[in-house]
């Protein structure tokens, strides 16, 4: 009886490997132009080395790794090169927690207290809260990437009697075989690994080291490669690791109105949903995207953070990416002749349409953002949204944290760049700042912008206003912008 069962688990492994296995796509797909994108994209964002799959069902039909992943050594990325994934971890914790809630081990309705008794939160803030960063303000209303989703770290060690490594091992890593997938816990680690490590890079007017980011959490820590991240996808589509109940909860926003789920954002663009996730350390930089209609996913790493940083992924917005652009518009949405990055000599005759005007969207916030390093990108940034603007005159109806940044720090480099004062956008700053705020008076993010836009017009009444209601919000851990707004009180008493 002992020797059936063996054989029957190495039945079951072997079938669960041999499902959740990628395979090399044998159609002939043109993949030419997204190619060409990539290039310019990694190029545009002084990106070191990068990994690039594109998946259709359970095939490969692109497949690319670009540039150094040693730059001082002239080592190449490759299929096995390793990579921090930084946030994209969260997708092993929640993975993890919907197959304990499937065992029975926890509960989802669960208090965070029940594992942090001193924990000055009270009872209604429950696991799922934490896990769909909704735990913050009123618990389930609004949606806040935070910290406290490191909290898991505790409850999933607790709750599978094991460590949270332990875990992530049992549940995933070691039934899929992710051979090149780990936790990144210390420095020792990787001199035992035959693999080659990318290094880490910080852009800074030029490609200088970095630094690694040891430890891990249920929030970030894991190392992996784009080929084991196709096969973790596999696996999702499969239903080998938690149930089709299970994943559904997990990719369905946790309210109608919120972007995310559990551990994972979801979103709808141009009536097609997209399920996806990022990374970011200070030196390194990953996306998983897919899109469910199309059976298409989008896996990116690399040895940066310019793939991530530009497009301010914590505001919710996998369009504001000009990857998740290029992607999209290539591989989802046949547009594959519209051009990615517009110059003064591209048509301005395009019939408008939602997609143009994100990827529009998507270029002045990149441009915004390299406009530290070169300033001729202020002008671009600047020139885009007067077109988007011109051409798409009701923004309130589609403005949102991510466009109110993009205007906000344009005065942020003009001011740091002595460039002069920059009012061009002011009546916009100011509506988007107080419509969101109408939708969600305590949100941190809007009444950080807001306070320094008053604070710029030297209006210190009103950027009081907004400085106090991030310190005085109910239910809010402290964060960057907490630091922030005491510091300006502190200032200005």
């Keep these: ?83 921090p ?8 914790t929640s993975i ?15 208090s965070l207290t029940k594992y942090f008794p001193k924990l000055a939160l009270g009872d209604s803030v429950k696991l799922k809260h934490v896990l769909s960063h909704t735990s913050q303000g009123t618990p389930g209303k609004n949606f806040y990437y935070n910290y406290r989703f490191g909290a898991l770290t505790r409850v999933i060690a ?11 091992h049992k549940n995933i ?21 035959k693999e080659p490590f990318a290094q880490p890079y910080i852009f800074e007017e030029q490609i200088k080291d970095g630094f690694v980011d040891y430890g891990a959490s249920a ?54 949903k997209l399920i996806w996730a990022y990374g970011q350390y200070d030196c390194y930089s990953s996306l998983f995207l897919k899109v469910p209609t199309h059976d298409l996913t989008l896996i990116l790493l690399a040895n940066n953070n310019l793939m991530s940083d530009p497009a301010r992924l914590i505001y919710s917005n996998a369009t504001s990416s000009l990857f998740v652009m290029s992607f999209l518009k290539n591989f989802a949405f046949e547009q594959s002749s519209l051009p990615l990055f517009e110059t003064e000599q591209t048509s301005t005759d395009t019939i408008p349409s939602v997609i143009m005007r994100e990827k529009l969207r998507a270029q002045a916030l990149a441009a915004s953002f390299m406009a530290r390093f070169d300033t001729d990108e202020m002008k671009t940034s600047t020139a885009l949204l007067q077109r988007i603007f011109s051409e798409y005159p009701n923004y309130l109806e589609y403005a949102d944290l991510t466009l109110l ?65 991030i310190i005085n919000a109910k239910n809010f851990s402290r964060n960057w912008y907490t630091a922030e707004a005491q510091n300006w009180l502190d200032t200005n008493k």
């Design 1 to 83: 009886m002992r020797y059936q069962n063996i054989t029957l688990y190495f039945v079951l492994l072997f079938i669960v490997l041999s499902c959740s296995q990628p395979k090399k796509s044998e159609k002939t797909i043109d993949t030419s132009i997204f190619e060409e994108e990539i290039q310019q994209l990694k190029a545009y964002f002084k990106i070191p080395g990068m990994a690039v799959l594109v998946k259709k069902k359970d095939e490969i039909i692109y497949e690319e790794y670009l540039g150094k992943s040693d730059v001082k050594n002239n080592i190449d990325v490759d299929t096995i090169t390793l990579f």
């Design 85 to 92: 994934i930084a946030s994209l971890t969260k997708v092993f």
């Design 96 to 110: 993890t927690i919907l197959k304990l809630a499937e065992e029975h081990k926890v509960l989802l309705e669960d």
């Design 158 to 168: 607790e709750t599978s009697d094991s460590t949270f490594d332990e875990a992530v």
């Design 173 to 193: 890593i070691d039934p899929l075989s992710l051979r090149h997938t780990f936790l990144l816990n210390d420095s020792t680690q990787l001199k035992t690994r």
């Design 219 to 272: 929030s970030a820590g894991i190392v992996s490669t784009a080929r084991d991240l196709a096969v973790l996808d596999n696996a999702l589509d499969q239903n080998l690791l938690i149930s089709e109940a299970s994943k559904n909860l997990m990719f369905t926003p946790f309210q109608s109105h919120l972007p995310y789920g559990y551990g994972i954002f979801s979103e709808t663009f141009n009536n097609t």
């Design 405 to 469: 940044h993009n205007l906000s720090f344009l005065k942020e480099v003009a001011l740091h760049k002595d460039l002069g004062t920059f009012n061009e956008f002011d009546p916009q700053i100011e509506a988007i700042g107080k419509m969101l705020l109408q939708k969600d008076a305590d949100n941190p993010y809007a009444n950080y912008y807001l306070g320094g836009f008053y604070d710029k017009k030297g209006d210190t009444v009103q950027a009081k206003t907004h400085y106090e209601r």
